[in-house]
C-alpha cells in the first residue's frame, strides 16, 4: 500500500505556480521522497527527489517539512503541458526497491 | 524518459496467445522492473530484474507470467494463454544500480507497451 496521501485532483491557472502536496506522516529516516508525473497514458517521468533538505531542478522544486512528514512539489510556471497525473512516492534507498504508486494528483493547467 | 525503449508499443491478441513485451533499458543500467497499469489504475510492481537474475516476482501472477533479463538482449515479459483481464498498459523501467555512496538508483520508465486482449 501507498505510504503517501495526495488531494485527487487540483487545478492551477497557466502561468501560476503549482503547489501539490503531499502527506507521509509515516516516513522513516531512510526513506526518500520522489515525485513522479504521468501525461496522459504515458510512462511515468521521473521529476525529483529528496531526503530532507529542499531540492531544486529545471523541472520543479521539492519542499520538504522539517519533520519530514508532509512534502510540497512546485512547478514554479505551470504550463498547459504540465497537466498530468503527479506521484508523490515514499522509498527506501537500498537497490531494487520498487516504487509504490497510489492513485496521485490529478493536476489541470486551465488557460 | 531517459532512453528505456519498449517494444511494441500496441499488441493485440486473441484470447489463449502468448504475447511477449520487450524492454531494452537506458545503456549502462544492470537494473530493470515491471509494471502493470490497468485501465483507469495505478502503476503495479510486479518483477524486478538483474542481468540473468530475476530478485523479486513478489508481484508477478503465479500462473502464465514470466520475466528474464539476459545476459545479452533485452528484458522479456511473457504472458501465455492471455486472458481479456491482461488487457492493460506494461511499463518497463531501469535504474543504474551502481552502488554508489549516497545514490538512490532513481528509476526511468519506458514509454510502455499497451497490450489489448481481444
Known amino acids: 500500500d501507498a505510504k503517501t496521501t495526495q488531494p485527487p485532483s487540483m487545478d492551477c491557472a497557466e502561468g501560476r505556480a503549482a503547489n501539490l502536496p503531499c502527506n507521509h506522516s509515516?516516513?522513516?529516516?531512510?526513506?526518500?521522497v520522489y515525485w513522479y508525473r504521468q501525461i496522459h497514458s504515458q510512462g511515468p517521468q521521473y521529476i525529483i527527489h529528496?531526503?530532507?533538505n529542499n531540492e531544486t531542478n529545471e523541472m520543479a522544486s521539492l519542499i520538504i517539512t522539517e519533520d519530514r512528514k508532509s512534502s510540497t512539489l512546485i512547478l514554479p510556471h505551470a504550463t498547459l503541458r504540465d497537466t498530468a497525473v503527479y506521484y508523490c512516492?515514499?522509498?527506501?534507498?537500498?537497490?531494487?526497491?520498487?516504487?509504490?504508486f497510489g492513485p496521485g494528483t490529478r493536476l489541470s493547467v486551465l488557460p | 524518459n531517459a532512453g528505456v525503449m519498449q517494444n511494441p508499443r500496441h499488441l493485440v491478441r486473441r484470447r489463449g496467445q502468448e504475447a511477449r513485451l520487450r524492454c531494452s533499458p537506458v545503456?549502462?543500467?544492470?537494473?530493470v522492473y515491471w509494471y502493470r497499469q490497468l485501465p483507469e489504475e495505478g502503476l503495479k510492481f510486479m518483477v524486478y530484474?538483474?542481468?540473468?537474475?530475476?530478485?523479486?516476482e513478489s508481484g508477478m501472477p503465479k500462473e502464465r507470467f514470466s520475466a528474464e533479463f539476459p545476459k545479452e538482449g533485452p528484458s522479456i515479459l511473457r504472458i501465455q494463454q492471455v486472458v481479456r483481464g491482461d488487457s492493460a498498459a506494461y511499463f518497463c523501467?531501469?535504474?543504474?544500480?551502481?552502488?554508489?555512496?549516497?545514490?538512490?538508483?532513481?528509476?526511468?520508465f519506458g514509454p510502455g507497451t499497451r497490450l489489448t486482449v481481444l
Open positions: 523501467a531501469s535504474s543504474p544500480g551502481t552502488g554508489k555512496l549516497g545514490s538512490t538508483d532513481t528509476q526511468y
Open positions: 509515516t516516513i522513516s529516516g531512510n526513506e526518500y
Open positions: 529528496g531526503l530532507k
Open positions: 512516492i515514499v522509498r527506501g534507498r537500498n537497490y531494487g526497491q520498487n516504487f509504490v
Open positions: 545503456k549502462g543500467h544492470s537494473h
Open positions: 530484474l538483474q542481468k540473468e537474475n530475476i530478485i523479486d
